[in-house]
């Protein structure tokens, strides 16, 4: 080969390198800068309003009863426990939202008390949490909200500590609040983000999840009973203002 071509062969690959380089820089830079608008766009996602904690947020399921239907057979209209969260969305379409609910009832707040020598222990507080995804979301306010049925309420008593968080699909935290009420020690109310989420999130601190009393029994029961608001009688009541779930 000639010194000539030699010469020839060089330049041409160092051209082409030089033409990988300034691809693969301009990929670098446009995955940069669509992560630097995801990151502006969810900064905008935010809680508007939290839940109201007490009777305030005891309702009676709207009568749905049809012409020629069966008649009820408890003479009281039992009442439900409804807690709306209300968020804000600044993107023109979001493709889905996860928001996280962390209810806890004060056990001693129950209506209907099993006082016999053959009740079982309740504790002194009862954990529940649920997840709901929507998708979809347009620009503008949205709700989410779960329900307790009136059983769970009579038995278990009312919630004094609401905590909510809005994840993204990958799992991060763009938005999250805890409510309380009469709350014990170890919980703090206010917003929270991803840099501090570890101290907010109560559910995971087991110091409080784990807390045993005096006697060695548990402080905090988890069970199952939250659900969602389309999975109440509530559903078809400002159904608009409630985004797809899957």
């Known amino acids: 080969m000639s010194f000539k071509t030699n010469v020839c062969f060089v330049c041409a690959l ?26 502006k766009m969810d900064a905008k996602v935010m809680i508007s309003q939290m839940p109201n904690i007490g009777p305030q947020s005891l309702l009676v399921a709207p009568n749905l009863q049809a012409q020629g239907g ?4 408890t003479k009281s209209r039992r009442q439900w426990g409804v807690y709306e969260m209300t968020y804000r969305t600044a993107q023109k379409w979001t493709e889905d939202l996860t928001v996280s609910w962390h209810v806890l009832s004060d056990t001693s707040k129950a209506k209907q008390k099993d006082k016999s020598k053959s009740a079982a222990r309740l504790p002194p507080y009862v954990y ?44 991060k935290l763009l938005a999250g609040e805890t409510a ?15 840099e501090d989420k570890e101290k907010a999130e109560w559910w995971n601190d087991d ?26 009688p509530f559903y078809l009541v400002n159904n608009a203002d409630y985004e797809a779930i899957q």
């Open 70 to 73: 069966s008649q009820p057979i």
């Open 128 to 171: 529940y949490n649920l997840v709901s995804r929507y998708v979809n979301i347009p620009d503008g306010d949205h709700r989410s909200c779960v329900c307790l049925p009136p059983s769970f309420v009579e038995r278990y008593g009312e919630p004094v500590v609401i905590s909510c968080e809005i994840v993204t699909s990958e799992g």
């Open 180 to 194: 309380l009420s009469s709350a014990p020690k170890g919980f703090v109310a206010g917003k929270f983000t991803e």
């Open 14 to 39: 160092t051209c082409a390198l030089t033409v990988v380089a300034q691809s693969r820089s301009r990929r670098g830079s446009s995955a940069s800068a669509r992560e630097a608008a995801q990151e």
């Open 207 to 232: 110091k409080i999840i784990n807390a045993k009393d005096k006697k060695g029994e548990a402080l905090i029961e988890l069970r199952q009973g939250l659900v969602d608001r389309s999975k109440s």
